[in-house]
């Protein structure tokens, strides 16, 4: 078993924060016209945090057990409901409050499970 410290799991939520990210700039991107510069700007700010994404997971996964990381990955969920909010306006209805609860739990649990096993 890989050892897990607060380094990491900052590590892993970093990365899954810069991931979230992604989305927002493909959004503002498709409602650019195509090739033009703010288009180029917004799809090149989404692959390039998509890039500095993929070298911090590759780091987090070789300090993180796998189920570790993948079940992280689910705060991914509740950032885009956050971007959601802060840039498009949206609204977050009671199911979907409660389902970032179960995400949230759901994270938890596993993350506790592991430090008894």
Request: charged content about 15%; some cysteine; overall charge positive.
């Amino acid at each position: 078993m890989i050892k897990r410290d607060k380094k990491t799991i900052l590590l892993l939520n970093l990365a899954f924060f810069l991931y979230s990210f992604t989305s927002v700039m493909s959004k503002f991107a498709a409602g650019e016209e195509f090739l033009t510069m703010k288009w180029l700007l917004c799809y090149g700010t989404m692959l390039l945090l998509l890039m500095v994404y993929a070298v911090l997971w590759q780091f987090a996964l070789k300090k993180a057990d796998l189920i570790t990381a993948y079940a992280n990955k689910a705060v991914v969920v509740i950032w885009g409901m956050v971007w959601g909010i802060l840039f498009f306006h949206e609204h977050i209805s009671l199911l979907k409050g409660i389902g970032i609860l179960i995400i949230i739990v759901g994270i938890v649990v596993l993350s506790k499970g592991e430090k008894d096993a």
